[in-house]
């Protein structure tokens, strides 16, 4: 196995995920409960997207609030306590506030006070994303300890008139603790890429200094999330198939030699299409969509998680993870557990 990270020079350096934690809202939105709202049925969610149910944060209950309690599942699996982060990196795109950043409540919930904190938005490839930006922190010895989190509340974002996107999206987050660990290879490698002629595809046109918010955005629905949904699935699946092909190339690895494929959770038939591409059997996808829908940056967060917990992944095991979103963004990464 190569070691693709060797021509950067940092000599005797790797950088571990050694902790994870997850944490989603207590109130559970079924199919039959979207049935309530807009016209569709539990049969058409299922067949078309493989979701089942999805969580709703509270209306008290913030993206900073989900990164926290995810952040303290990963800090006490890797037994590492809040003065000991240097760097909290928060991937989102939907943020307490336009600013301060979400990183910085976070910070403050968890009581890091000694932490430099900043978001990054790179949509559901924000996880993978601030894995990779996490890595550079610590193979360079700047930082010895990081933290990095995937966190949305999509509910708030979400025009629940409109049965195409308002199925899909659920609230949740997840996170990683970033070390050296000696005698370990950790995160192997990782590709991030990005398309900015397709932005058009996925987006929430409000907000923003091109569109800021007026009564007349808002009667227009202009702070929802929009999408083109049979575009974004051609893209997507093509995009992950070839981000995750490139990692393994790097590594000078194939499919076989993977423990575990984490995919974006985005759709049953995306995370079907990319296995079949990659020849990745239905034993080694990892999939957890039906319980939690799409979760964004969160995503690959929390199904990684659960994979550690429930013990699908063991140490030494090779993991594959790979995302698509907005932007248009992609990324993929090989760790060695």
């Known amino acids: 196995m190569k070691n693709p990270r060797a021509k950067h020079n940092f000599v ?29 049925s539990d049969e058409w969610i299922t067949t078309r997207t493989g979701i089942k149910e999805r969580r709703i944060a509270a209306a008290n209950e913030f993206t900073s609030d989900l990164a926290a309690n995810a952040a303290k599942r ?3 699996m890797a037994g ?11 991937a989102t795109i939907t943020p307490d506030m336009p600013f301060p950043n979400t990183a910085c409540l976070v910070q403050q919930k968890i009581g890091a006070g000694r932490a430099a904190a900043f978001d990054i938005e790179a949509a559901c490839s924000g996880f993978i994303y601030a894995l990779e930006i996490g890595q550079q922190f610590i193979m360079s010895r700047t ?15 979400t025009n629940w008139k ?12 997840g996170a990683a603790i970033l070390q050296n660990r000696e005698n370990s ?11 900015g002629d397709k932005a058009n595809l996925l987006s929430m046109p409000g907000g923003g200094s091109a569109c800021p918010a007026t009564m007349q955005s808002v009667t227009d629905g202009l702070h929802f999330l929009r999408m083109d949904g049979k575009e974004t699935f051609k893209n ?11 990692v393994l190339s790097r590594c000078d690895l194939d499919v076989t030699k993977i423990k575990c494929v984490i995919p974006h959770q985005a759709n049953r038939r995306i995370i079907d299409a990319v296995g079949d591409r990659l020849k990745a059997t239905p034993e080694q996808l990892f999939v957890n969509l039906h319980k939690y829908g799409n979760t964004s940056a969160a995503s ?15 140490k030494g095991d090779l993991i594959l993870i790979v995302a698509f979103g907005a932007g248009l963004t992609w990324g993929a990464a090989v760790i060695e557990w």
């Open 12 to 40: 005797g350096q790797t950088c571990s995920i050694t902790g994870v934690g997850s944490y989603v809202p207590e109130r559970v939105m079924t199919n039959a409960d979207l049935e309530k709202i807009v016209e569709t």
């Open 74 to 76: 990963a800090m006490e």
């Open 80 to 90: 590492v306590s809040a003065e000991q982060i240097d760097l909290i990196i928060v």
């Open 143 to 157: 930082y010895q300890t990081v933290l990095v989190i995937g966190a949305e509340k999509l509910s708030s974002i």
């Open 162 to 173: 409109d049965r195409n996107t308002c199925v899909l999206f659920g609230d949740g987050a």
């Open 185 to 195: 290879h950790g995160l192997l490698t990782a590709v991030m890429g990005a398309d």
């Open 236 to 246: 997507a699946v093509q995009a992950m198939c070839s981000a995750a092909n490139e």
């Open 300 to 314: 690959v967060a929390i199904a990684l998680d659960e994979a550690v917990r429930s013990g699908k992944i063991q």
